[in-house]
């Protein structure tokens, strides 16, 4: 019943921006949870921000905090993932993931378990 995809990732350097779009298409109410996780080659996916849709209660994880914004565009069924000041370090897949939940559930720790709609990624890559 739910589709999400992403879009807006490519390559740059280091220092430069990309922003990220992840529009959700079918029945979607607000009482909903949307994260952003990124994962690179060899390594377990990473939790970088989510967002609750009814109230727009945000969160940005210590490791790109500053760098990173989250918002949204209701109207459109919109999530982005503004990416400024990117390190090569941030090199990787970005997912988009969605799941029905309560803002206190949302609030909770940001794993990747806790979603069950998933976009197919879009791919990210830095160079130094």
């Known amino acids: 019943q739910v589709q999400l995809v992403e879009s807006g990732g490519g390559s740059v350097q280091a220092g430069g921006s990309l922003r990220l779009s992840c529009v959700t298409s079918?029945?979607?109410?607000?009482?909903?949870?949307v994260g952003w996780f990124r994962q690179a080659p060899g390594k377990e996916r990473e939790g970088v921000a989510r967002?609750?849709?009814?109230?727009?209660?945000?969160y940005v994880a210590d490791s790109v905090k500053g760098r990173f914004t989250i918002s949204q565009d209701n109207a459109k069924n919109t999530v982005f993932l503004q990416m400024d000041g990117l390190k090569p370090d941030d090199t990787g897949m970005y997912y988009c993931?969605?799941?029905?939940?309560?803002?206190?559930?949302?609030?909770?720790?940001?794993?990747?378990?806790?979603?069950?709609?998933w976009g197919q990624g879009t791919q990210v890559t830095v160079s130094s």
């Open positions: 993931a969605s799941v029905i939940t309560s803002a206190a559930r949302c609030s909770g720790a940001l794993t990747s378990t806790a979603y069950n709609y």
């Open positions: 967002i609750y849709i009814q109230f727009g209660f945000r």
């Open positions: 079918g029945r979607a109410g607000y009482d909903r949870c």
